[in-house]
């Protein structure tokens, strides 16, 4: 008898953590589609490539402009400013992973001071209206 009575004990436990992580699941599920809905939309990020585990090229679409990111876990700069139309779907569409960075290399870079290159700078050009 206290064989069942242990068994029934840990199988409720067993059935309150299960429901208590399904709840959890629920929460983050609702509270990312709510944080996704209040990001501005004048913001969003097109394409990502992956140059090793702590560096990434990004596709950021920033009002009306494109822009190429370097990012590592230290430093976000600017590589190239797409503000030609017509220009970045041929990139994003094709089926070659690398085909972002073979344009890269093709272009100019910007030239600017290390001072329009910040992240700050950025964050205040993409969110002022205009």
């Known amino acids: 008898m206290p064989e069942s009575a242990l068994l029934k004990s840990f199988l409720s436990l067993v059935l309150l953590v299960a429901v208590l992580g399904a709840i959890l699941l629920i929460i983050k599920r609702v509270a990312k589609k709510t944080k996704q809905k209040k990001l501005n939309s004048e913001l969003s990020i097109m394409s990502r490539m992956s140059l090793s585990p702590k ?26 400013d797409y503000s030609k139309p017509n220009q970045l779907p041929d990139l994003i569409n094709k089926d070659d992973s690398t085909a972002i ?30």
Do not use: C, W
């Open 55 to 80: 560096a990434h090229l990004y596709i950021v679409q920033a009002e009306n402009k494109k822009l190429l990111l370097g990012v590592t876990d230290h430093h976000v700069s600017l590589v190239h």
């Open 101 to 130: 960075t073979k344009e890269m290399l093709k272009q100019k870079p910007i030239e600017t001071d290390d001072e329009s290159l910040s992240f700050g700078n950025f964050l205040k050009t993409a969110f002022r209206k205009g």
